[in-house]
């Protein structure tokens, strides 16, 4: 079966295309684990901090822990979602033995769990209020809310946390959250997050708050790491078999099985035209 062509590279590190030399330039990024940082806010003349605790990985979503100023902790994924501390937590299916086991400054965690359900508590009583809800009606679509909420926070990090094909730590990012945590999990098998791994990030970053030498300084060379073409070819075939894949998912989909082949079924150029596109 012919899936596509790809570029040899010469003994110079170049590749020819269409006779032409060409050559990929190896990129300084981020390196994979978690890192910590500070933010200052300054609102009608009153400065604030917020603490953050990013999860950077090799591949997939990013994850971040923010401590804000009212000491409320909440996760954001992607930017994009932000979703509460004990959400979180309980739609990992963790117990309180476990969350109060791990994390050392359990008095704070407790207060700041507490601030979080009254911040959200009042957001839903204005919007009920506006409806006329009655009190027994309220409690009844608070308690709703919560389990629909956490039903989809549990789908959220199944497919984008807990799925191999989509998140990968990398034995880099492994390892460095295991020197940064404490930790001692295989780096090449233990490529997903675990429960242990959220619950040591929060604890650190409540640590973080009374204690900023623990901050990271993400433009330090020892937060970086060099990706090389072997490298960045990798994340070009991956997309490229992605598209092959979708392809393939489509046909099987709009026609029968009788009339398929397996040359009509698999199309080179979705591939081929990635690696054109890249390099």
């Not at 902790?73 to 309180?96: C, E, G, H, S």
């Not at 050392?104 to 204005?126: C, D, E, G, P, V």
């Not at 619950?199 to 990706?227: G, H, P, T, Y």
């Not at 075939?237 to 079924?265: H, N, Q």
Request: glycine letters at 4%.
């Amino acid at each position: 079966v012919f899936i596509g062509e790809m570029p040899l590279m010469t003994n110079r590190g170049t590749f020819i295309l269409n006779g032409i030399e060409r050559i990929i330039v190896n990129q300084l990024i981020r390196s994979p684990g978690v890192h910590y940082k500070r933010e200052k806010k300054i609102t009608t003349g009153d400065i604030s901090y917020t603490y953050t605790g990013t999860i950077i990985s090799h591949r997939g979503s990013w994850l971040s822990f923010e401590l804000d100023d009212k000491n409320q902790i909440w996760v954001r994924m992607d930017k994009k979602y932000k979703i509460p501390i004990n959400w979180f937590l309980v739609a990992l299916n963790l117990t309180n033995e476990e969350i109060y086991g791990t994390i050392k400054n359990s008095t704070f965690f407790k207060a700041s769990i507490k601030t979080i359900k009254q911040t959200l508590n009042k957001a839903r009583s204005k919007v009920l209020k506006k409806q006329n809800k009655t009190k027994k009606l309220t409690e009844a679509i608070k308690q709703t809310a919560d389990s629909v909420a956490i039903t989809k926070i549990q789908d959220l990090i199944c497919s984008r946390l807990l799925n191999e094909k989509y998140y990968d730590l990398g034995e880099v990012g492994r390892l460095k959250l295991n020197q940064k945590l404490g930790l001692n999990q295989n780096s090449s098998s233990s490529r997903l997050l675990t429960s242990q791994d959220i619950l040591k990030i929060v604890d650190l970053l409540i640590e973080v708050k009374f204690a900023n030498q623990l901050l990271d300084d993400i433009d330090s060379l020892k937060n970086r790491r060099v990706r090389c073409v072997g490298e960045l070819l990798q994340v070009q075939l991956r997309v490229g078999l992605t598209r092959l894949e979708r392809s393939i998912t489509r046909k099987l989909d709009l026609y029968k099985a009788s009339d398929l082949s397996i040359s009509f079924i698999i199309n080179s150029k979705p591939l081929s035209a990635i690696f054109k596109e890249f390099i």
